[in-house]
């Protein structure tokens, strides 16, 4: 039977990662939690896995090496151990399998030699001008001083000020999924949202606007077909405001839609995917078309209903957009365009605070990113020192289902910039995060204005603005943080800290540990040995062809998977001189050449399909249920069970199977299965399987790194 236009999926399906990167992480340790797998006799290289989260030099996409903390411990730089996207834990979710490393304590030896009085957190912001880690739900919680807290963040003085307020009165933050904790009031909600300073003449008939729309979309709901689309009242003036809000930027003409459908017209040929025919030219839309209504809630929708999965054209939402639509011409029709979100993005670009100010705003408070960013705080910032590292972490480097684009994305289109420091701002998601030895102090009487850094990583010197009175920065410092570019400068981004007049003798081992444990950040900056890497790797995907003939290999079973495995390892490791496989086995401390591959007992036990495709810059993906995928595409669209569905689902919606394998299924089978799964129906197949692996791939459409580490 065909699938109806809603489905349920598996709960959490984002929570575990799931691909053994490029190849191998070291053979040591017990292995609870962890796949390891054998080292490959490079060498030079000891591939990596991704653990706890970015700025911090473990984490994220940082891939540090799981290993035992007596030979290699990872390095710590960070006060939290945890996943990007979930939990660390090991499992298989459905159909793919989840795996990282559990890290229980991150001390290495050049740590363990700075000694703990010389280890001082610094509380250091982007820039002086403002409080620019703050969300803004903290301006209105029925507190004055909120609000005034961030008008003392114009010196370095104000910004110590605003961290001390924020810990002594961290702001709520509540989930559309929560409702017993979300705020019913519409006014506040609206309120929170709004950028500090700025005022327009029509702010203050938003509230009235957006309570209006609650109680309609209330009463229109009772008519609906389905109940997948009907929200409780809570929900439903959440969804109100982020209407009115949307209102607000096609009325006052803000920017931010605008430059959405700008990008997605240039990736897809359409404004509004799915709604608007694709076109050479951008089609001439009325201000509050149904369309661009239908597309933002079908957008935010899985932030209200959650594990389901919804037609854009489901006709329950058609009537919901068509409601709305028709009210948000009618009141704003006779409002002033004067709007204090247009006042605000309107402020000066001179400063790369002067950006960070804004991006802040955007991600974790304007209508298109704010429920992503509860969202991401909910499962990364369970403590209130973990809400300006999440941040950060969010506006710069996360991709969100706006077609797989990030705060940076929208922001770069939003603002009136020139193209080169539009492409500037759209690096940020590669902030430079390493340790640096200031080298000189730039002052104009108390003020210091810049500072002279060297990476100690790379070696390279970076200029960096701070515009501080009272500098907690000296000469001959070692500062651990994340730097930013903009118009020839850098700025500090998250939080630093501070080694004090740490020995230079500590620098090799800082370099060694950052390029084994935290390879891809190092890429970043370390260019000539990024080219080493990316030379292996394609030589990883070369081996891998010439071992299996093709790039991608179906297994009937994960012991079937874990034997042919086995036997390409004995044949790299046969290819190896004797002095290749000292070598490798000493830098890797091994026991033994060519050590065993073990794999978790879920996957040796799986029995419904394994697929292996090879990338040469991402690695190895490991597909489960690669029988359900595949059974499933077969049926070109027509009469999938649930098993097939689910299976497809995992495959898309995983954001560590890269876009190449699921383009080599499509080539294969078609992309019909991929529509109907997504319950998408009558649209052209490519573009189709292109927004879908947009929409939950987007940081696969970034400049990417391989995954292995080198040993220096």
């Known amino acids: 039977m065909t699938p109806a236009l809603e489905r349920s999926r598996e709960k959490q399906v984002h929570d575990l990662k799931r691909r053994f990167q490029i190849h191998h992480a070291l053979a040591q340790g017990k292995h609870i939690g962890v796949v390891v797998l054998a080292c490959q006799p490079c060498g030079f290289k000891i591939p990596a896995q991704s653990a706890t989260h970015a700025p911090h030099t473990v984490g994220r996409d940082g891939l540090p090496v799981a290993r035992t903390a007596q030979h290699n411990a990872a390095l710590e730089c960070s006060r939290r151990h945890r996943l990007g996207h979930g939990p660390d834990e090991l499992g298989i979710i459905r159909r793919l399998l989840g795996m990282c490393p559990k890290i229980l304590h991150l001390m290495t030896s050049v740590q363990e030699m700075l000694k703990d009085g010389l280890l001082v957190a610094k509380a250091g912001m982007i820039g002086a001008d403002g409080d620019f880690h703050r969300s803004a739900q903290v301006i209105t919680r029925g507190r004055r001083s909120a609000t005034t807290a961030w008008h003392h963040a114009i010196t370095w003085r104000g910004i110590r000020a605003i961290l001390k307020f924020l810990t002594e009165h961290p702001p709520r933050v509540t989930s559309p999924g929560n409702h017993t904790s979300m705020s019913s009031n519409i006014k506040d909600i609206l309120a929170n949202s709004r950028p500090p300073g700025c005022r327009g003449r029509g702010d203050k008939y938003l509230a009235d606007i957006a309570k209006g729309l609650q109680r309609l979309l209330l009463k229109h ?269 850098w700025y500090w981004s998250g939080r630093q800290q501070s080694f004090g007049m740490a020995a230079a003798d500590l620098e090799p081992s800082i370099r060694r540990d950052m390029l084994r444990q935290s390879s891809k950040i190092a890429y970043r900056y370390c260019l000539p040995e990024l080219e080493i890497v990316r030379r292996q790797a394609r030589d990883h995907h070369a081996a891998f062809i010439a071992h299996y003939g093709d790039a991608l290999v179906a297994f009937p079973s994960g012991l079937a998977l874990a034997a042919a495995e086995q036997k390409r390892m004995q044949a790299l490791w046969a290819k190896a001189t004797p002095e290749q496989t000292a070598s490798a086995m000493k830098k890797g401390n091994l026991s033994k050449p060519q050590p065993d591959m073990p794999f978790p007992p879920d996957f040796l036990d799986h029995e419904e399909g394994i697929g292996v495709f090879s990338d040469p810059v991402e690695g190895v993906d490991y597909l489960l249920a690669l029988d359900h995928v595949i059974s499933g595409l077969r049926k070109r669209g027509e009469g999938l069970n649930e098993a097939e569905v689910q299976a497809i689902l995992d495959a898309v919606q995983s954001d560590v199977i890269c876009p190449a394998f699921i383009r080599r299924l499509a080539a294969g089978h078609g992309t019909e299965s991929f529509a109907a799964a997504f319950c998408i129906r009558d649209q052209p197949g490519a573009l189709t399987l292109e927004m879908l692996l947009r929409r939950y791939k987007g940081a696969h459409y970034r400049r990417r790194f391989p995954a292995i580490s080198l040993v220096v």
């Open 221 to 489: 709901q009772e008519f609906y077909t389905y109940p997948t689309c009907r929200l409780d009242k809570d929900s439903l003036g959440e969804l109100a405001a982020v209407l009115v809000e949307f209102g607000e930027d096609i009325h006052a003409e803000i920017g931010l839609w605008s430059g959405l459908e700008r990008m997605q017209q240039q990736f897809f040929g359409t404004p509004l995917p799915f709604l608007v025919e694709p076109t050479d030219a951008p089609p001439d839309l009325a201000p509050f078309d149904q369309r661009r209504v239908q597309f933002l809630i079908w957008t935010l929708l899985p932030c209200f209903v959650e594990y389901r999965v919804i037609s854009p054209t489901h006709t329950d939402l058609q009537q919901m957009a068509e409601a709305a639509s028709r009210y948000l011409a009618e009141r704003f029709a006779p409002m002033p365009k004067d709007s204090g979100v247009k006042q605000f993005l309107s402020t000066s670009n001179t400063f790369g605070w002067d950006i960070k100010r804004k991006l802040l705003w955007l991600g974790g408070s304007s209508y298109l990113f704010r429920l992503y960013f509860q969202r991401y705080l909910e499962a990364h910032a369970e403590k209130p020192e973990d809400r300006i590292p999440a941040t950060d972490d969010f506006v710069c480097q996360e991709c969100t289902e706006w077609s797989g684009l990030g705060v940076i994305d929208v922001l770069a289109a939003a603002l009136d910039l020139p193209e080169e420091d539009r492409a500037t701002l759209r690096t940020w998601h590669e902030r430079h995060t390493s340790y640096y030895r200031v080298e000189s102090l730039q002052k104009s009487g108390d003020i210091e204005e810049t500072l002279t850094a060297r990476n100690v990583v790379s070696g390279g010197t970076y200029i960096i603005r701070t515009n501080m009175d009272r500098s907690p920065f000296q000469t001959g410092m070692l500062i651990q943080g994340a730097l930013t570019p903009w118009r020839g400068e």
